[in-house]
């Protein structure tokens, strides 16, 4: 029963990885680069909470509290940075 | 006992499945759609979402306190950030004047930012 959820949701986060990932190269100007590199953040701290709800690791909580942190700063970074470029 | 336990880990694990479920949407959204703002609003919002529900149902999943603690502030601090992040990124596509999709016919903050991008007339 749980074999049957986990290769679900794994499944669907591969998929939101592989189409998030194409649009990064893909994507026609940088801020297109900028919002996929978020989403991608996003779908990597997906995994991690997937992984904790498999495993049952809630010690995994604390690495996603402090990556939800980085891919913050990282996008205001690169944010700032293509204010500055323009 | 037994039963009700089975009940409550059926529903934690329905919830991170729709949790994975909005955070593949999101990915479509951000694969289809024809602009960058387009692409903004559905980032921001259904993989929020998504993750928000992951959340929740590890929360529920394992329930001690440390975890919900822990799953909660990770929760507002989502909420708190992911609206900023869209709009900072947003802002500098706008201010780079990155083309809107053609089909949209209302642009309203066309000519209210001053030259340097530094104040929003109104």
Redesign the interface.
């Known amino acids: 029963m749980?074999a049957i959820?986990d290769f679900?949701?794994?499944s669907?986060?591969a998929?939101?990885?592989a189409?998030?990932a194409?649009?990064l190269i893909l994507g026609p100007?940088?801020?297109?680069r900028?919002?996929?590199l978020?989403?991608l953040g996003?779908?990597v701290?997906?995994f991690i909470?997937?992984n904790?709800?498999q495993s049952?690791e809630?010690l995994l909580?604390?690495v996603?509290?402090v990556s939800?942190?980085i891919l913050?700063l990282g996008?205001?970074a690169?944010?700032?940075y293509?204010?500055r470029i323009? | 006992m037994n039963s009700s336990f089975e009940w409550i880990?059926l529903v934690?694990?329905?919830i991170?499945?729709l949790?994975?479920?909005f955070?593949?949407v999101?990915?479509?959204g951000?694969?289809r759609f024809p602009d960058?703002y387009m692409?903004?609003h559905a980032?921001?919002k259904a993989?929020?979402l998504?993750?928000g529900l992951?959340?929740l149902?590890?929360a529920i999943?394992?329930p001690?306190v440390?975890?919900f603690l822990?799953?909660i502030?990770?929760l507002i601090?989502?909420f708190l950030?992911a609206p900023?992040?869209?709009h900072?990124?947003?802002?500098?596509?706008f201010?780079?004047?990155?083309k809107l999709w053609e089909r949209t016919h209302t642009n309203e903050l066309e000519g209210k930012y001053s030259a340097d991008?530094k104040t929003l007339d109104s």
């Open positions: 749980n959820f679900l949701t794994f669907l986060l998929w939101a990885l189409l998030t194409l649009r100007s940088l801020p297109d900028a919002v996929a978020d989403l996003t779908v701290l997906a909470a997937a904790s709800l049952g809630t909580l604390d996603l509290l939800a942190i913050f996008t205001i690169l944010a700032h293509l204010e323009r | 880990e934690g694990r329905t991170g499945l949790g994975a479920f955070v593949f999101a990915a479509l951000v694969f960058v692409r903004t980032a921001t993989g929020t998504g993750l992951l959340l149902s590890v999943q394992y001690s440390p975890t822990k799953a502030v990770i601090f989502l950030t900023v992040a869209a900072a990124i947003s802002r500098a596509a201010l780079q004047k990155v991008g």
